[in-house]
């Protein structure tokens, strides 16, 4: 069963123009996902409980007409399938009239708690949401990313622990500010790219020090974002996913 939750964008969440950057649009369906399952007892306080916990492995975001500073926003998500390990959700921000704005999916996977190993989705939460069809970005979970091209450009930043998560890490949407930091000036402004693919790969924590690479990716930019396990997360701006 899908889920709806309202948003209005305050001054945090805009870019140049007075429009809603992506990293806000991320942030409004990520905590759709969360009241969604806050309603069946594993949202965040619930899967504490159980010792376990949600963490996002990546984002996609699909943006078709850019929402601006004071808008109702309605962001719809619902489960599209869950196997033994992931759970992959999607969902749908709009406007007036229910104008679809733009869309997103997420895949997601269960830790453990007391010791972060990825544990199989528990059948009962499973149960819980049973799989609807996705949108546009229903095959999103088949595309890999090929491997960049050679660095044209670097950047070492210490992580503070304001921008980690409950587990720890860094969160998931601060990589995005630490890849659009890296983006040139001709870029425009990196927040408002309308096409946005993000992968996880392992956790950085507050006093890591990671090092961004910024190199083309199908005739645009993309940021791999290295820390002391290797490779951490990548984000690509800009191409088609």
């Not at 305050?10 to 399952?37: I, P, Q």
């Not at 004071?70 to 992959?88: A, P, S």
């Not at 890296?182 to 996880?200: C, H, N």
């Given at each position: 069963?899908?889920?709806?939750?309202?948003?209005?964008?305050?001054?945090?969440?805009?870019?140049?123009?007075?429009?809603?950057k992506?990293?806000?649009?991320?942030?409004?369906?990520?905590?759709?996902?969360?009241?969604?399952?806050?309603?069946?007892g594993?949202?965040?306080?619930?899967?504490?409980?159980?010792?376990l916990?949600?963490?996002?492995?990546?984002?996609?975001?699909?943006?078709?007409?850019?929402?601006?500073?004071?808008?109702?926003l309605?962001?719809?998500?619902?489960?599209?399938?869950?196997?033994?390990?992931?759970?992959?959700?999607?969902?749908?921000?709009?406007?007036?009239?229910?104008?679809?704005?733009?869309?997103?999916?997420?895949?997601?996977?269960?830790?453990?708690?007391?010791?972060?190993?990825?544990?199989?989705?528990?059948?009962?939460?499973?149960?819980?949401?049973?799989?609807?069809?996705?949108?546009?970005?229903?095959?999103?979970?088949?595309?890999?990313?090929?491997?960049?091209?050679?660095?044209?450009?670097?950047?070492?930043?210490?992580?503070?622990?304001?921008?980690?998560?409950?587990?720890?890490?860094?969160?998931?949407?601060?990589?995005?500010?630490?890849?659009?930091?890296?983006?040139p000036?001709?870029?425009?402004?990196?927040?408002?790219?309308?096409?946005?693919?993000?992968?996880?790969?392992?956790?950085?924590?507050?006093?890591?020090?990671?090092?961004c690479?910024?190199?083309?990716?199908?005739?645009?930019?993309?940021?791999?974002?290295?820390?002391?396990?290797?490779?951490?997360?990548?984000?690509?701006?800009?191409?088609?996913?």
């Amino acid at each position: 069963m899908s889920f709806t939750a309202a948003f209005r964008p305050g001054m945090e969440d805009l870019g140049a123009g007075m429009l809603v950057k992506n990293r806000s649009l991320l942030r409004f369906c990520e905590d759709t996902a969360g009241f969604h399952t806050d309603t069946e007892g594993v949202g965040l306080k619930g899967m504490e409980e159980r010792g376990l916990a949600w963490v996002l492995l990546g984002w996609d975001l699909a943006v078709y007409e850019r929402p601006a500073y004071g808008m109702e926003l309605m962001v719809e998500t619902r489960v599209r399938e869950t196997n033994r390990v992931n759970t992959w959700r999607d969902f749908f921000i709009r406007g007036a009239g229910g104008r679809l704005l733009a869309e997103a999916a997420s895949r997601w996977i269960v830790v453990r708690n007391s010791d972060h190993t990825v544990v199989p989705v528990p059948e009962d939460i499973a149960r819980l949401f049973p799989p609807e069809p996705g949108g546009s970005l229903a095959g999103w979970r088949a595309r890999r990313l090929e491997e960049p091209d050679p660095a044209e450009g670097e950047m070492l930043s210490e992580i503070r622990r304001g921008r980690t998560d409950t587990l720890g890490h860094l969160h998931n949407l601060e990589y995005l500010t630490l890849a659009e930091d890296l983006l040139p000036e001709e870029a425009g402004d990196p927040a408002l790219i309308g096409i946005l693919t993000v992968r996880f790969k392992s956790e950085v924590r507050a006093g890591d020090t990671v090092r961004c690479l910024l190199s083309s990716f199908r005739g645009s930019r993309r940021v791999d974002v290295m820390g002391p396990k290797g490779l951490s997360a990548t984000v690509c701006f800009g191409k088609e996913i």
